[in-house]
């Protein structure tokens, strides 16, 4: 049932979208109509719109979108995020300018938008100016906001901007705009980039005191930075703060994926025992009732055995995710163990590591 609501939901929203094209393709654009659309299908078209690659739509309605009296910032986000997308970052970062220029809040999600949008084109120069406005005048903007600006640092080997970002968000009076594993995962792949691999240990400091647990992109970023600054005792003292997380038991993948059959065994009895009931209710109109009775037993069946087969899957799954994942630590400790031509203290890490639970 839930699967069938998600798809009549989308279908729903693409038929919009196509309906929404033709008026904003239309010449004059179909005003009448689109005014008569709530806001959130103007926002979802102008995303579909730009996944078609038809520019020229995105564009007129953008600006139709912006005019409208009922925009939020979700809005915002649409009109920057599909512009950006049909290589149009530049409308969209001109877009931002003038609606903080006549005193528009655009929003968390709104300013998130716009610097993926510059994240988009590469454009390091025009997030920062644009993130430098936003803390001039006072733009509301969230954790994902930071996270969006340090990503274009790093991507783009930038570390004095990723830190200037970065002492920023410490500062922030705010937990939920505290960095976080992604904030620290970013900064450090910054510093990597920028081969300022010297600035390793003080960002491991900070994460200690920020109480971050690392996860395991983040401990493999740490790593292959404490190798190629050859720091043993970094390594060392990154493998066994991420130890513990990382070393959390698992069920095996056969209770896993009982637990999840029972789950989806449980979706499916509410549905099941309905198709039970109208069948009942309809066995007495003869053959065909129970024809209809039986396929439909058949078919509940079918649904049941497909969600136990894909708890298997997902199981099993997860269970070499897991593997794969404590591999990859491990073999970025024994890079820094290469690196520094300590061999010997490399066997037992291994053999530690491999008789670690996973």
């Not at 990597?192 to 109480?211: P, Q």
Request: one cysteine or more.
């Amino acid at each position: 049932m839930r699967e069938l609501a998600l798809l009549n939901r989308w279908s729903q929203h693409a038929v919009a979208a196509r309906q929404v094209w033709h008026a904003a393709g239309s010449n004059p654009i179909d005003a009448a109509f689109l005014d008569s659309q709530a806001v959130v299908y103007i926002n979802l078209a102008l995303r579909r719109l730009a996944e078609w690659k038809l520019e020229n739509e995105v564009r007129r309605l953008a600006k139709y979108a912006l005019a409208r009296p009922d925009r939020n910032e979700h809005t915002f986000a649409a009109v920057f995020a599909s512009l950006a997308a049909v290589g149009r970052g530049g409308e969209a970062v001109a877009a931002w300018e003038q609606l903080t220029a006549s005193g528009v809040d655009v929003g968390p999600v709104g300013a998130s938008a716009i610097i993926k949008a510059c994240a988009l084109a590469r454009d390091a120069d025009s997030a920062l100016r644009i993130f430098e406005r936003m803390l001039r005048r006072r733009v509301t903007f969230n954790r994902y906001t930071y996270n969006a600006v340090l990503h274009l640092c790093a991507v783009t080997g930038r570390a004095d901007d990723a830190l200037a970002v970065y002492n920023l968000m410490r500062l922030e009076t705010d937990p939920h705009n505290l960095p976080d594993q992604y904030t620290y995962a970013a900064l450090v792949r910054a510093i990597i980039i920028s081969r300022r691999y010297e600035m390793a240990a003080s960002i491991f400091e900070n994460m200690l005191e920020d109480d971050v647990t690392p996860d395991s992109k983040l401990t493999c970023h740490m790593l292959t930075a404490a190798g190629r600054a050859r720091d043993v005792p970094l390594a060392r003292a990154m493998y066994s703060h991420a130890l513990t997380g990382l070393r959390e038991p698992r069920p095996p993948p056969a209770l896993a994926a009982d637990s999840a059959g029972e789950a989806a065994g449980a979706r499916e009895a509410a549905p099941a025992a309905e198709e039970g009931e109208a069948a009942g209710g309809r066995r007495t109109g003869g053959w065909a009732g129970q024809a209809g009775a039986k396929a439909r037993r058949y078919a509940a069946g079918r649904r049941r055995a497909a969600a136990a087969a894909a708890a298997d899957d997902a199981a099993a799954a997860e269970a070499e995710a897991a593997d794969v994942l404590s591999i990859e630590i491990v073999n970025a400790l024994l890079s820094v163990y290469a690196l520094s031509g300590d061999f010997a203290g490399a066997l037992p890490s291994a053999q530690t590591a491999s008789a670690a639970p996973r």
